[in-house]
């Protein structure tokens, strides 16, 4: 396949930032609403966003990180196609970042969805995206090292591609993130959520965070990709 024009990439760039704008700005203001209290990033997970607004954001909802994910995965594929017709990377290479990226996608996905019936699968998902991020980091950031000095990349280029990486590996090692405090939940017949949570609760505010150097690694590598490109 041939190179993706810079127009295609544009688009998803353009597209994942209006829809994940979307996601939190309607998303928190529909808890709000419902909850009359502000939602917290700090003790509330991504899935709480639509469980604790009104019921017409939740189609919504799903539209919205549906397409942040499926952006994602568009990127991976069309920026690790266009490396490899320009001859950068192999395509053992180029089917490996694919796949991370569609991993990526998908488990993000996942933390906005699932619902803390079964909290250590969040961990397992949460755990998954963390090793493609820290894949995809160090995989790009050791190509733009290689062809620095011979190609276009420059040094700076590398560093700040290996940065998600290094984010991910200390968020996980985290230790208040495995200690699963009972949580005491309910859904009134109103619709509002009584919680009893620390104020910080880090397997839910790690989610976020995650969640966030994952919009970081797309956004750097577009960025990337536009400025060399």
């Known amino acids: 396949m041939g190179a993706t024009s810079q127009s295609t990439f544009t688009f998803i760039l353009g597209l994942f930032v209006?829809?994940?704008?979307?996601?939190?700005?309607f998303g928190t203001n529909a808890f709000n609403l419902l909850q009359k209290r502000k939602y917290s990033f700090r003790n509330l997970f991504p899935f709480e966003l639509a469980q604790g607004a009104k019921r017409w954001f939740v189609?919504?909802?799903?539209?919205?990180v549906g397409g942040i994910s499926l952006s994602m995965m568009a990127f991976g594929y069309f920026y690790f196609d266009k490396l490899a017709a320009m001859n950068e990377i192999s395509n053992v290479t180029q089917i490996i970042g694919s796949i991370l990226w569609v991993i990526i996608g998908v488990t993000q996905f996942l933390l906005f969805v699932l619902t803390l019936k079964y909290p250590r699968l969040r961990l397992v998902v949460m755990g998954i995206n963390v090793i493609a991020v820290i894949g995809v980091s160090s995989l790009l950031g050791t190509h733009y090292f290689n062809l620095f000095g011979g190609n276009h990349y420059s040094g700076l280029?590398?560093?700040?591609?290996?940065?998600?990486?290094?984010?991910?590996?200390?968020?996980?090692?985290?230790?208040?993130?495995?200690?699963?405090?009972?949580?005491?939940?309910?859904?009134r017949q109103d619709g509002v959520l009584d919680i009893t949570r620390p104020n910080n609760y880090a397997p839910a505010y790690t989610e976020w965070l995650v969640i966030l150097v994952n919009a970081a690694l797309f956004i750097i590598i577009n960025i990337i990709n536009?400025?060399?490109f």
Do not use: G, Q, S, W
């Open 157 to 187: 280029t590398a560093i700040i591609t290996y940065i998600p990486a290094f984010v991910t590996i200390i968020l996980i090692v985290n230790p208040n993130l495995y200690k699963y405090t009972i949580v005491d939940k309910r859904i």
């Open 18 to 25: 209006i829809l994940f704008a979307l996601e939190l700005i």
């Open 226 to 228: 536009l400025v060399y």
């Open 59 to 64: 189609p919504f909802h799903y539209i919205f």
